[in-house]
């Protein structure tokens, strides 16, 4: 059986690899199995699943691939993970790719599905355009359409006929796997000194690259092992990190935080993994359209959902409050135009509550944390001596 260490640096090898090794041995095992790329935040991957697919989160080079053609594409005031996204299209990191799945967020990625579609890359490439309106026979009957065209195009390729069976089946895998990854949360929201933050972060974005059956085992040897008490309790402030749901930060920005007296209890990272908060009905006689309703009743709060009816800055409180943090870090991609619009609305409802935060930008290759690391470090000092709230608002 496989320690902690173990199954995290193997996790940390899955989650960065960008040549998608392991995807690739699994496709040459059948012919009617598929890849299908998609990029965040939040695509249904229980329906690639169900067609015989396996859904490929692509998350950006980080800091692992140097940009020189990628540039070429975008202007320079935009985020950086579509260079990088870009310099691995051109570097052929995709081949063997059947597809790719690009869900509306921000005109970015509506932007880069168009230079896939240039580059003629895979056998086709799907604008996701996400509901807005979330009443199931407007809504969700426009998002059922979207997911049936994504079936038609995988059906082209494989011939596979989804049937309301598999996707049964596919549902009951994925609600397994955001149930494992919850309690892991869980586990950590109580006792962070037994795994860091970055380390969580592996194992999560390995779930992006291999088959769900495979990250399902991984999850419950890690809850299995940290179960057990491990390393000793340090005397650090808790905090919830949120902007960071799309464009990655690099994984020594993670580190930072952590060592600059913080433990992370709740983050936005890898949100797509999390999107759904608790189970799609595995047991109706239309799946699809329970993946639907899913999506338009249980997603969680994101810059890219309207809310009209139910308020992020609510919702992010509720959040906060419910892993007994003691701050916000307000982390978000430079130039990420849906992180940055919301962080007015979101900051203001930290300085009605009196909710300490702090806030700075990143780009996914970041390199330099000193000034974040002293920025976080007095956050965090700050909140540990003083017993009345600090605030770091605009507030008088
Ligand atoms: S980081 Fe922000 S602006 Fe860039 S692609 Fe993602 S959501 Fe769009």
Redesign the pocket.
């Known amino acids: 059986m496989d320690s902690l260490a173990e199954i995290i640096r193997k996790c940390e090898e899955l989650a960065f690899d960008l040549k998608f090794t392991r995807a690739k041995e699994w496709k040459s095992l059948d012919k009617t199995r598929v890849l299908v790329g998609h990029m ?1 935040i939040y695509i249904p991957r229980e329906v690639v699943h169900a067609a015989n697919g396996l859904a490929i989160g692509i998350l950006g080079g980080g800091d692992k691939k140097l940009i020189i053609k990628g540039d070429a594409y975008y202007q320079s005031y ?2 950086h ?2 260079r990088s996204i870009l310099e691995l299209v051109m570097d052929g990191h995709f081949e063997g790719f059947d597809g790719f799945i690009f869900p509306s ?2 005109d ?2 509506r932007n880069l599905s168009g230079m896939f579609q240039l580059l003629g890359k895979g056998r086709f490439i799907k604008y996701l355009d996400l509901p807005q309106n979330f009443k199931r026979h407007i809504g969700g009957e426009f998002y059922k359409q979207e997911l049936q065209q994504i079936l038609e195009e995988i059906y082209k390729i494989n011939g596979v006929k989804v049937t309301p069976e598999r996707l049964r089946h596919s549902i009951l895998l994925f609600n397994k796997n955001r149930r494992l990854t919850e309690q892991i949360y869980n586990i950590r929201q109580e006792f962070p000194w037994r795994m860091t933050a970055a380390d969580l972060y592996h194992i999560v974005r390995a779930g992006y690259v291999i088959p769900v059956e495979e990250h399902n085992e991984i999850l419950e040897n890690v809850i299995r092992l940290i179960q057990e008490e491990r390393g000793d309790p340090l005397d650090k402030i808790r905090v919830m990190v949120i902007g960071a749901f ?2 990655q930060p690099p994984v020594g920005l993670i580190r930072t935080i952590e060592m600059a007296g913080c433990y992370i209890v709740e983050d936005d990272f890898l949100m797509g993994a999390r999107w759904i908060q608790g189970d799609i009905d595995p047991a109706g006689t239309d799946p699809l359209s329970d993946i639907c309703n899913a999506y338009l009743e249980k997603s969680t709060f994101s810059s890219s959902v309207y809310d009209v009816d139910n308020p992020k800055e609510d919702r992010m409180i509720k959040l906060m409050t419910d892993r007994k943090a003691d701050g916000i870090i307000f982390a978000a ?1 430079s ?5 940055l619009l919301d962080h007015p609305i979101l900051q203001k409802a930290c300085n009605d509550k009196n909710i300490r935060f702090i806030s700075f930008l990143y780009s996914e290759n970041t390199g330099q944390f000193k000034v974040i690391k002293e920025q976080v470090g007095t956050f965090s000092d700050s909140i540990k001596l003083w017993e009345e709230p600090v605030l770091f608002g605009n507030k008088e």
Do not use: K, N
């Not at 130039?335 to 992180?339: G, L, N, S």
């Open positions: 965040p935009i985020c993970m579509p967020i921000c970015v990625i799309c464009e991609p130039f990420c135009d849906p992180a």
